[in-house]
C-alpha cells in the first residue's frame, strides 16, 4: 500500500496567480499521476509524473499551464498558472498499485 | 468510446432497499477492476476490488462479466451511510503495476430515511 500526503487541502486564489501543490509518498513509486475533478465530473487525467523525465500531458493539457516537478521517487509537485475561474476544481495526485491509492486532494477555487 | 462507461444516476433508494450499478469497459484486455466510493469533498477510496469469479463482503457483491465487459456493483440493506458516489474503475495492464487507472463518471447514491 501507500500513503500519500498532499496539500494545502485547499485554497482559495485570485485570478492570474499560480498555485504549487504538493504530494509526498511514503514509498518509492516508479509513476505518480495528476487527476482533475471538477464539480460534478469524474477524475480526468492532466499528466503522469516520471522521476528524471517530462512529464506525459493528456490531451487539452499543456505544461505551460500544469508545470510538474518529480524530482525523486516520492514527491511531486503540480503547478496551476495564470488561473481562471475555469481552474476552480478538486486537484488529486495518485500513484497505482494494487489499487489506485489517493492524496486527500486539493480544493481549489479561483475567484 | 470511452474508456469505462457508467450510469451517473442519481439514485435514490429508501433504506432498506437494494440497489445495483452497473459500468462497461472498452478494453477487452483489461486485468484489473474497482469500485471506488467518494463521499462529498473526500477523495476516492477503494470499496473493492472485483474478481472474475464475483466476490462479496458484507452488504456489497460485485460481479465481472468478461464476456459482455461489464461490472456490476450490487448494495444490498442499503444505509444511509452508503449514501456516496460510487466509481467504476479499470485497470487495463496490471499487474504491470505502472498502468494508469480508467474512471467512470461515477454513480451517485442517496439512501432516504
Known amino acids: 500500500s501507500a500513503v500519500i500526503s498532499q496539500k494545502p487541502s485547499r485554497d482559495i486564489c485570485q485570478r492570474g496567480t499560480s498555485l504549487t501543490i504538493q504530494c509526498q509518498v511514503d514509498s518509492q513509486v516508479t509513476m505518480m499521476f495528476w487527476y482533475r475533478q471538477q464539480p460534478g465530473q469524474s477524475l480526468t487525467l492532466i499528466a503522469t509524473?516520471?522521476?528524471?523525465?517530462?512529464?506525459?500531458?493528456e490531451s487539452g493539457f499543456v505544461i505551460d499551464k500544469f508545470p510538474i516537478s518529480r524530482p525523486n521517487l516520492t514527491f511531486s509537485t503540480l503547478t496551476v498558472s495564470n488561473m481562471s475561474p475555469e481552474d476552480s476544481s478538486i486537484y488529486l495526485c495518485?500513484?497505482?498499485?494494487?489499487?489506485?491509492?489517493f492524496g486527500q486532494g486539493t480544493r481549489l477555487t479561483v475567484v | 468510446r470511452k474508456e469505462v462507461e457508467q450510469d451517473p444516476g442519481p439514485f435514490n433508494v429508501p433504506e432498506g432497499a437494494t440497489v445495483a450499478f452497473n459500468c462497461t469497459y472498452s478494453n477487452s484486455a483489461s486485468q484489473s477492476f474497482f469500485w471506488y466510493r467518494q463521499d462529498c469533498r473526500k477523495e476516492p477510496k477503494l470499496l473493492m476490488s472485483v474478481y472474475s469469479s464475483g466476490n462479496e463482503d458484507g452488504r456489497f457483491t460485485a460481479q465481472l462479466n468478461r464476456a459482455s465487459q461489464y461490472i456490476s456493483l450490487l448494495i444490498r440493506d442499503s444505509k444511509l451511510s452508503d449514501s456516496a458516489t460510487y466509481l467504476c474503475?479499470?485497470?487495463?495492464?496490471?499487474?504491470?503495476?505502472?498502468?494508469?487507472?480508467?474512471f467512470g463518471t461515477g454513480t451517485s447514491l442517496t439512501v432516504i430515511p
Open positions: 495518485s500513484v497505482p498499485g494494487t489499487e489506485a491509492f
Open positions: 509524473a516520471n522521476q528524471g523525465s517530462e512529464a506525459t500531458y
Open positions: 474503475v479499470v485497470n487495463p495492464g496490471y499487474p504491470s503495476t505502472g498502468n494508469q487507472f480508467y
